[in-house]
Nanobody, 117 residues
């Protein structure tokens, strides 16, 4: 499966962005789709995941209540709606496909999100 992430950009604090992650080559049906981010000078951080078949989601505490992950089976695409953005959300965001919630084997190229104060 190949992943294509897009939708990043520059937004003011309090604003919103929607990222998308489109898969080609295989459907997500049997996979976990996760979003991660890496801020400058920091380690990669887990953001949220969705178990594609069940729709079960899990959010990191840092984004809970502000970010929402969703999926479109017909388009084989996952979305990350990011609201109430903060400067500390600034990072490169990556989507990744996993065989389970612990192991991600395919990563998208990343999309930059910059939140200005």
């Amino acid at each position: 499966v190949q992943l294509q992430a897009c939708g990043g950009g520059l937004v003011q604090a309090g604003g919103s962005l929607r990222l998308s992650c489109a898969a080609s080559g295989r459907t997500f049906t049997n996979y976990v789709l996760g979003w991660f981010r890496r801020a400058p000078g920091k380690e990669r951080e887990f953001v949220v995941r969705i178990i594609w078949s069940s729709g079960n989601t899990y959010y990191s505490d840092s984004v809970k209540g502000r970010f929402t992950i969703s999926r479109d089976n017909a388009k084989n695409t996952a979305y990350l709606q990011m609201n109430s953005l903060k400067p500390e959300d600034t990072a490169v965001y990556y989507c990744a496909a996993g065989a389970n919630i612990y192991t991600y084997f395919q990563w998208g190229q990343g999309t930059q999100v910059t939140v200005s104060s």
